[in-house]
């Protein structure tokens, strides 16, 4: 083969050489199974229990966004600014701070978490009345709370 003729052949095929085509379609695939894994992960039934509780107008209004966190075996996981490790009052500071030098018996925090009880209370009714949930599971959301300058040792 003559250069000329060298040439007249990557003129006429003017694509990828075969090691490039071959790690293309390599990455493409892994794209692919990422995307699928991706997809898999995502729990659509918690999408549409969230979407009925940003519907109802008491959730929708509280400072803190419930949401179910997941839905396996009838179990849903639900998201809440209060747990043992850390208080109602510590999460009423971050939500409300014109709370921040309330003391803990003052009538605005009473009020304040007697409303979050209610708001909770209620946001566990709605997700326990949907047919596929058989029960609740409160779990910290650290995330939010880090999120809006909580602080955990």
Do not use: C
Not at 110 to 129: C, F
């Amino acid at each position: 083969m003559t250069d000329n003729q060298a040439s007249q052949d990557n003129q006429d095929n003017p694509g990828m050489d075969d090691f490039t085509r071959k790690y293309f379609y390599f990455l493409v695939g892994l794209v692919l199974v990422g995307f699928i894994w991706w997809l898999s992960s995502l729990d659509f039934r918690a999408m549409e229990i969230n979407d009925l509780l940003e519907a109802d107008a008491d959730v929708a209004a509280y400072p803190y966004p419930f949401r179910v966190i997941s839905l396996k075996e009838g179990v849903a996981q639900l998201g809440s600014p209060r747990s043992a490790q850390f208080s109602a009052i510590q999460a009423l500071r971050i939500m409300y701070p014109d709370l921040k030098k309330a003391g803990a018996v003052s009538d605005e925090m009473m009020a304040a978490q007697d409303e979050l009880a209610r708001v909770q209370s209620h946001v566990g009714k709605l997700v326990k009345s949907q047919e596929d949930v058989n029960s609740v599971r409160w779990v910290l959301d650290q995330q939010w709370l880090t999120e809006n300058g909580a602080q955990f040792f």
